[in-house]
């Protein structure tokens, strides 16, 4: 079955940039969605498509792709980014795949 | 406005079935690929199951061969029932909505399932 890694954790201080990779077989030739999930609330799409930003999304949230790895970046981190943060790929026989998710915390 | 709300969660024996339904507003569920997908306790979000706009399904293999989605048109409502759980299918259940290919845009609050005797 089709796998995802990321970080299990990144830690950003306040006002600094934070960076979360996805990596995955291949993960240069597929489409990469980004989640934000806090706990008890639905998760979020902050990024579809390796770059593109949902209406309401705000810019210093940006994703990019260079070869097998991917990668969400939150420029001018605040305490309402803290979440966990998963990424997701389609795959030909594994469906939908989700990564581990990796959780941020704001210092 | 789009709106996804679950329900039909609850305790559920291991061995028995589990369904799950999913009303939908501001869109119809026949013309989106409609999903769930879950999250364990402590543990990240697992996709279950999507059925596309053709009517075409497809499951995770955690849950092949013992689970159903289906939507209801005339409701505008997505389910899941799944079969002969275990203590593994405990967890927050999400549906969700997609255009094909992208990500999931919209989603539901959840409903809870625990699967214990």
């Known amino acids: 079955s089709y796998e995802l890694t990321q970080p299990l954790s990144v830690s950003v201080a306040l006002g600094q940039t934070a960076t979360i990779t996805c990596g995955g077989h291949?993960?240069?030739?597929?489409?990469v969605h980004w989640y934000q999930h806090k706990p008890g609330q639905a998760p979020v799409l902050v990024i579809s498509?390796?770059?593109n930003r949902p209406s309401g999304i705000p810019e210093r949230i940006s994703g990019s792709k260079l070869e097998n790895t991917a990668t969400l970046t939150i420029s001018g981190a605040q305490a309402g980014d803290e979440a966990d943060y998963y990424c997701?790929?389609?795959?030909?026989?594994?469906?939908?795949?989700f990564g581990p998710g990796t959780k941020v915390t704001v210092l | 406005e789009v709106q996804l709300v679950e329900s039909g969660g609850g305790l559920v024996q291991p061995g028995g079935s589990l369904r799950l339904s999913c009303a939908a507003s501001?869109?119809?569920?026949?013309?989106?690929?409609m999903h769930w997908v879950r999250q364990g306790t402590g543990k990240g979000l697992e996709w279950v199951s999507v059925?596309?706009?053709?009517?075409?399904?497809r499951y995770a293999d955690s849950v092949k061969g013992r689970s159903a989605i289906s939507r209801e048109n005339a409701n505008n409502s997505l389910h899941l029932q799944i079969n002969n759980v275990t203590v593994g299918d405990t967890a927050m259940y999400f549906c969700?909505?997609?255009?094909?290919?992208?990500?999931?845009?919209?989603w539901g609050q959840g409903t809870l399932v625990i699967v214990s005797s």
């Open positions: 501001g869109f119809k569920v026949n013309d989106d690929d």
């Open positions: 291949n993960v240069g030739r597929k489409s």
């Open positions: 059925i596309d706009s053709s009517g075409d399904t």
């Open positions: 498509r390796n770059t």
């Open positions: 969700g909505r997609s255009k094909p290919s992208r990500g999931i845009d919209s």
């Open positions: 997701q790929v389609w795959d030909s026989s594994s469906y939908y795949v």
